[in-house]
């Protein structure tokens, strides 16, 4: 078993920037990717970020695209979400993900194995 821990999440003005980071643990730790997902009440969980945990290679979503960066240090197991000019609309629960196989498409939130908690991002206006 896999888990995952989020942490970093907080109150931020509109314009500020926040990181999130995700820490894996549990087995030996082998995953093909590491993806960012966020959710509001209501509505489905959306995808932010991936990074492919070997090569690094970045997948983004349209609406965060040059004000987020996902990266992992590969020693400590860990992913993280680098947010800057924060809008409120970015205001959600960010959850991290793994995804243990082979992927070429890393946007499908049904196609990862492990979850973390969640942490609340709120943006003020």
């Known amino acids: 078993q896999v888990q995952l821990v989020e942490s970093g999440g907080g109150l931020v003005q509109a314009g500020g920037s926040l990181r999130l980071s995700c820490e894996a643990s549990g087995r030996t730790f082998s995953s093909y990717a590491m993806g960012w997902f966020r959710q509001a009440p209501g509505k489905e969980r959306e995808f932010v970020a991936a990074?492919?945990?070997?090569?690094?290679?970045?997948s983004y979503a349209d609406s965060v695209k040059g004000r987020f960066t996902i990266s992992r240090d590969y020693a400590k197991n860990t992913v993280y979400l680098q947010m800057h000019s924060l809008k409120p609309e970015d205001t959600d629960v960010y959850y991290c993900a793994a995804l243990g196989r082979t992927k070429f498409v890393l946007t499908a939130p049904s196609d990862y194995d492990y979850w973390g908690q969640g942490t609340q991002v709120t943006v003020s206006s």
């Open positions: 990074i492919r945990w070997k090569s690094g290679s970045t």
